[in-house]
């Protein structure tokens, strides 16, 4: 029976409070990251405080399912590291109680949050996504002198299309203007050129004045012929200053949704399945249209009889139809007209394609962005268990609360992921990257993170010891460092001269028949290795000698002794004959065929060493001999 003890009811006030502060904390510099992308659209609008609310409240809907993934890292460190500051996690792991246990009451927590996460994911963001959308679209369309892009005709101002080479973002100038007015007909149409101007709203908000210089305005005369026969009459003005009022609603109005219906972001889970049937079936049957238009116009023959075509097959391979010799015969100006055909056709056939390949395109853009949509509601979601698995478990080793510490950390695991994430999506959007693989690379990274740092804290490990990482790479890698032996300053027991001598002479004795009957420069036998292994009792009693007489003269007062032992090297006795002590591991390495011929060189790479090794020790034996009998014994 589960039942609620005061220690998860202390530790869940604990994080509680910490959560709903870092949440807001979160939210708020998610939102500032965000506005940086819109604030052009809302400095110098006119925009009224309720449009302002109704921007903020939605963007933070939308930021929602962001914030807490990382108010859950950054409360679970503070919130661990401020019980292993204060000594508050030593009692509890004193009473018997693990860090696991502690957990409990919080990775409830955690689960409830991840549930929130994805509700407002499937039902409260697309809604939000919606109308922010919606709101943007309508910011565009509140005040068009800002709006108005250089080089391409703008339309956003009724009955007019306005044309700007150039825009001066400070001064709000506008050079080498060209409007095109019309209203209904031809007849009452006007082109205006203009050196230089400046688009304005009047006070009221109801009508746009356009100040031009420098410029001429042609218009043409509404005719007053009833028949309409005769020939419409227009007019030619050249002005220096010319100001212009243009009709123009300036008051903010929502516009139609209808244009970012189809955004993915704006979708639960079930429309993003609708969506995606549907699309499909449209592009199915567009792709199916294209195919027999192209079996038909670019790839499609006139039907001949099979008597014909082996006939016509016949002829080609007696050589007696010879189509470059027929074109010979033709003159001039039909080769002319034939190429020139063929390369017409061929011209259409592609610009043909290109344009089916568009919008095939547009359709698999389509498909991948509500697939990546659909997938991002659940890894954003498991994020949140993933951030608790790293932040309540580096809180515990690091043991360091407040906001300085956790604050750095929280920082560098969200850029990682936020790294990751957006690097798989923009890859899987583009279609470089399986989607699958796109959005689940950031949780394939920072998930065996998390249960690396929940295995260590939980055994109180030490997580951040440079000298065992480097050891252990060291290890891997088949790197050694070199002995060392220091002369002592206090000797107890003298060493025994005479035996040390003896067992020396009879591990060179070993060595050399060791050499001979293993050839240690020939490949060892994969068979041997991985499957059928045998220790090297031979390897190991030599070392277990050597290592003898190293801690016998290690109390030696020589220091040519002491130099001489220096000289040894620390050999692995077991690293040539195996890669893993457990069998079953030794394995599945030769079964996995990269991780197997990287052991498998590895070892031979070892029993070179060893080679090496071995005429060093023997090398050495024999000084020590010497100096042994210059000392007399």
Known sequence: MLRIKKLDIFIARQFGLLFVGTFFICQFVLMMQFLWKYVDQ??????????????????????????????????????????????????????????MQAFRSLIVITLFVTGVSFYFQDVVAPKANMQFGQLLLSMKQKSPELEIPEGIFYDGIPNCNLYVQKKNLETGKLYGIMIYRMTDSYEDAAIILADSGMLQSTAEKKHLVLTLHSGEWFENMKSSDVTGSASVPYRRETFADKKIILDFDNDFNLTDAGSISGNAKAKSLSQIREGIDSISHEYDSIGRAFYRDAMMMQFGCRQISKRDSLALLKKVETGKVDFYKDFDKLSSDKKLAAVNKAIMAAQNSVGNLEFKAMVTKDGDNMLRQHKIEAINKFTLALSCIIFFFIGAPLGAIIRKGGLGVPVIISVLVFIVYYILDNTGYRMAKGGMWAIWFGKSIATAVLAPLAVFFTYKANNDSVVFNVDLYKNLLMKMLGMRVKRSVMRKDVIIEEPDYAADKAC????????????????????????????????????????????????????????????????????????????????????????????????????????????????????TDNMLVERMKEMGY
């Open 42 to 99: 809302l400095i110098g609008k006119g925009l009224s405080l309720e449009v302002l609310a109704q921007f903020f409240w939605y963007m933070s809907l939308v930021l929602v399912p962001q914030a807490l993934p990382l108010a859950l890292l950054l409360s679970a460190l503070i919130t661990f590291g401020n019980l292993g500051e204060s000594s508050e996690l030593t009692a509890i792991k004193a009473a018997g109680i693990s860090l």
């Open 504 to 619: 020396l002479e009879t591990m060179t004795n070993a060595i050399k028949e060791y050499s001979m009957t293993h050839k240690l420069k020939s490949p060892p036998n994969f068979i041997n290795v991985f499957f059928k292994f045998s220790p090297d009792h031979d390897m190991e009693r030599i070392g277990e000698k050597m290592e003898n007489v190293i801690t016998d003269l290690s109390n030696s007062r020589d220091r040519k002794v002491i130099d001489l032992l220096n000289e040894y090297p620390i050999i692995m006795v077991k690293a040539h004959t195996r890669p893993f002590e457990r069998k079953w591991m030794n394995v599945v390495s030769a079964i996995i065929i990269p991780v197997g011929v990287f052991f498998y060189f590895r070892m031979w790479r070892f029993r070179l060493r060893l080679q090496r090794d071995l005429k060093q020790i023997s090398a």
